[in-house]
């Protein structure tokens, strides 16, 4: 049976860069003689113009039965007085949190042509890939119950709770482990049981789940503030990170910052079938949409994501991951990436090299 994806391109540069990596998936599935039907929806402020609202019901029916999603990005200036509700984001939460997406996969990728983009020295950071798992629909983000009170004397307290059910933990952490086989075969389980009772469990499940059904896997356990430690003063020393939501939340964007080069870097959100919706870890840059200056290789390694986690071809998405590392080899950059002595190419250029790549 062929395998469906759904293509929403949404706001700003969000069509350009899907544009990209179409091209590139049309490519791949002559390559590797992939059946693959590719449907198209709005979302975000693309949605709002035409429907009043940032996800139509239709649209969400047809990410339900889809095998993977790919996101652009959404939002901009012209959505912005629109009411919180209402709000072009408003569509991608709904995606989340309707297909339940409770796994999110963010690679810190960085390829050793961009090492100089980096705040990090050239040697820490060359070559960096690691992947970190966070939780995204529970932990102290969602806990009950939660909120402002005032106590007797006056006072106004603040309170959050930090709760995760076995079942929670055990799937995210499953979705880890099987992530590092298909990796590196290393997980480092990053919690805070010295101090926090729901992470002393996250550990104590981890470690049964490690001995019982993934003796393949080496498994290693960190405190969040070491984690925070290691990760910049040696980030290769990882593989895949797994973490609850909030702990997830500081860790990948200071991993992803490691590389410098936010139009470089993918991101995918898993739920429990499999299903997952793959996007670009930066914003629909609004300003910069229309005029060909958007990096396609973030939108273009979340297709690869998706090829690997979702649809499971392997091979397809080591392609795709090959063909990005040989147009920077021969020195093509968008504005975002380029440096001295590099020839500098638009979005649509960048496009077509991968796809020149893949072909060769
Ligand atoms: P942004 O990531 O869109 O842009 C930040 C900076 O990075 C801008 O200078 C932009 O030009 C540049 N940039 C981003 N992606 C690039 C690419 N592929 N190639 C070259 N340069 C790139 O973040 P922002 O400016 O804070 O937000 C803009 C809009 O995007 C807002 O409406 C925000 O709400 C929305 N947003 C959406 C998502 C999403 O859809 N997942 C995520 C973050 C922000």
């Known amino acids: 049976m062929s395998k469906q994806i759904l293509c929403l391109p949404g706001d700003g540069i969000g069509p350009e860069i899907i544009t990209e990596a179409l091209k590139v998936l049309d490519v791949i599935k002559q390559k590797f003689n992939l059946d693959i039907e590719i449907s198209e929806g709005l979302v975000g402020g693309a949605s709002l113009d035409a429907h009043g609202v940032p996800l139509t019901d239709e649209v969400l029916a047809v990410a339900r039965k889809s095998d993977g999603i790919l996101f652009g990005a959404v939002g901009g200036p012209k959505w912005d007085d629109q009411p919180m509700m209402n709000r072009p984001e408003r569509g991608l939460l709904k995606l989340r949190s309707e297909m339940g997406l409770f796994a999110n996969l963010r690679p810190a990728m960085l390829f050793?042509?961009?090492?100089?983009?980096?705040?990090?020295?050239?040697?820490?950071?060359?070559?960096?890939?690691?992947?970190?798992?966070?939780?995204?629909?529970?932990?102290?983000?969602?806990?009950?119950?939660?909120?402002?009170?005032?106590?007797?004397?006056?006072?106004?307290?603040?309170?959050?709770?930090?709760?995760?059910?076995?079942?929670?933990?055990?799937?995210?952490?499953?979705?880890?482990?099987?992530?590092?086989?298909?990796?590196?075969?290393?997980?480092?389980?990053?919690?805070?049981?010295?101090?926090?009772?729901?992470?002393?469990?996250?550990r104590e499940l981890v470690t049964e789940m490690g001995a019982k059904d993934y003796s393949d896997v080496e498994l290693s356990h960190m405190y969040v503030d070491n984690a925070a430690m290691q990760l910049v003063r040696a980030p290769k020393q990882f593989d895949v990170l797994v973490t609850g939501n909030m702990f997830g939340d500081i860790l990948s964007d200071c991993a992803a910052m490691l590389t410098g080069s936010i139009g470089m870097l993918p991101s995918a959100s898993l739920n429990e079938a499999n299903?997952?919706?793959?996007?670009?870890?930066?914003?629909?840059?609004?300003?910069?949409?229309?005029?060909?200056?958007?990096?396609?290789?973030?939108?273009?390694?979340?297709?690869?994501?998706?090829?690997?986690?979702?649809?499971?071809?392997?091979?397809?998405?080591?392609?795709?991951?090959?063909?990005?590392?040989?147009?920077?080899?021969?020195?093509?950059?968008?504005?975002?990436?380029?440096?001295?002595?590099?020839?500098?190419?638009?979005?649509?250029?960048?496009?077509?090299?991968?796809?020149?790549?893949?072909?060769?």
């Not at 042509?113 to 995204?136: N, P």
């Not at 910069?288 to 090829?307: C, V």
């Open 112 to 202: 050793p042509q961009l090492a100089e983009a980096s705040s990090l020295k050239h040697e820490l950071v060359a070559g960096l890939d690691i992947l970190i798992v966070r939780e995204l629909t529970g932990g102290i983000y969602f806990g009950e119950p939660r909120g402002v009170r005032t106590l007797e004397n006056g006072e106004r307290e603040g309170y959050n709770s930090y709760v995760y059910r076995e079942s929670e933990i055990k799937r995210i952490a499953k979705v880890a482990f099987e992530a590092a086989q298909k990796r590196g075969g290393q997980l480092t389980s990053v919690d805070k049981s010295n101090v926090l009772e729901v992470t002393a469990l996250w």
């Open 275 to 360: 299903q997952g919706m793959y996007e670009p870890v930066h914003g629909s840059a609004p300003d910069i949409a229309g005029e060909g200056k958007a990096n396609p290789l973030a939108q273009i390694l979340s297709l690869a994501m998706l090829l690997r986690y979702s649809l499971a071809e392997i091979e397809a998405a080591d392609a795709i991951e090959k063909a990005v590392s040989d147009v920077l080899d021969q020195g093509l950059r968008t504005g975002d990436i380029a440096s001295e002595g590099c020839t500098l190419v638009n979005t649509s250029d960048m496009g077509d090299a991968v796809v020149r790549s893949l072909q060769a």
